[in-house]
């Protein structure tokens, strides 16, 4: 364990200069971007030394993985503040799993999926599950491939506004996935002028999650608040606790 935690801090120190280097270059303050760990596939203990090195915004994308996770985390540590996130594609039948555990859900992107969320918040406050609104991003496709999931952009603004007429959730903003392939300076650039225009008519919907391992620098030098990193943290592809 002690060797695992070494490697994890050696590799955080690398990401944390990374993004230090990325928001200098772009004339931003480091405060400005959200480190979120995307521990995905990844056990338990990983998750709890990353809450150790101060690392406690932790992303999963699937919630059979991630319900276990959360539980067996706040067992290892349980005075430890770690907010969870769901970063994959949601089907609605898992709302009502997903909201028992996260602090906010990235993917959100039809209404479809936000009437379910906001259902299965309202079944958590009666259970006294949770007392709080669930926080959301509006998942933004950059590639209308509708594989990947994502929220045409030309349909935000109703898909905003849908969220908005619900108590149970709290329109935070915008994440998205740069198209396989492609330019992702070019990809973030437009999810740059979405997030603009989204902040027009909801200015507290500034949240930007974009950048992953292998082009942070680019997502925030176009204004991410939130880079999604898994491998550069925590390795090649590891396997999640039973």
């Keep these: 364990m002690t060797d695992r935690k070494a490697e994890l801090a050696a590799n955080l120190a690398e990401v944390e200069a990374r993004i230090a280097a990325a928001c200098r270059a772009a004339g931003r303050a480091r405060e400005e971007v959200k480190l979120l760990a ?8 990983d998750a709890a030394l990353l809450a150790d090195l101060g690392v406690t ?3 999963e994308n699937r919630d059979q993985d991630a319900a276990p996770k959360t539980l067996e985390v706040a067992e290892l540590r ?3 503040t770690v907010r969870w996130h769901m970063v994959g594609r ?9 909201v028992g555990w996260a602090d906010e859900v990235q993917s959100l992107d039809s209404a479809r999926l936000a009437d379910a969320l906001a259902k299965a918040v309202r079944a958590a ?6 007392d709080e609104p669930l ?3 509006l998942q933004a496709s950059l590639d209308d491939d509708p594989s ?3 929220c045409p952009l030309d349909e935000l603004g109703a898909l905003a506004e849908h969220v908005t007429h619900m108590d149970e959730l709290r329109l935070r903003g915008l994440m998205a996935v740069a198209p396989l392939g492609a330019d992702p300076a070019a990809a973030f650039e437009r999810l740059a002028r979405a997030g603009e225009a989204l902040r027009k008519d909801h200015p507290n919907a500034a949240d930007v999650s974009a950048g992953m391992s292998h082009d942070l620098e680019q997502a925030i030098t176009h204004g991410s608040t939130c880079v999604r990193v ?3 943290l925590l390795g090649g592809r590891g396997l999640a606790s039973p």
Excluded: C, M, W, Y
């Design 38 to 45: 995307v521990t995905k596939t990844f056990p338990a203990s």
């Design 57 to 59: 915004d932790l992303g």
């Design 78 to 80: 349980p005075e430890a």
């Design 90 to 98: 949601l089907q609605r039948n898992k709302a009502r799993s997903v």
């Design 125 to 130: 406050r009666d259970a006294q599950i949770r």
């Design 135 to 137: 926080d959301v991003l």
């Design 148 to 150: 990947r999931g994502g």
């Design 230 to 232: 898994g491998t550069a």
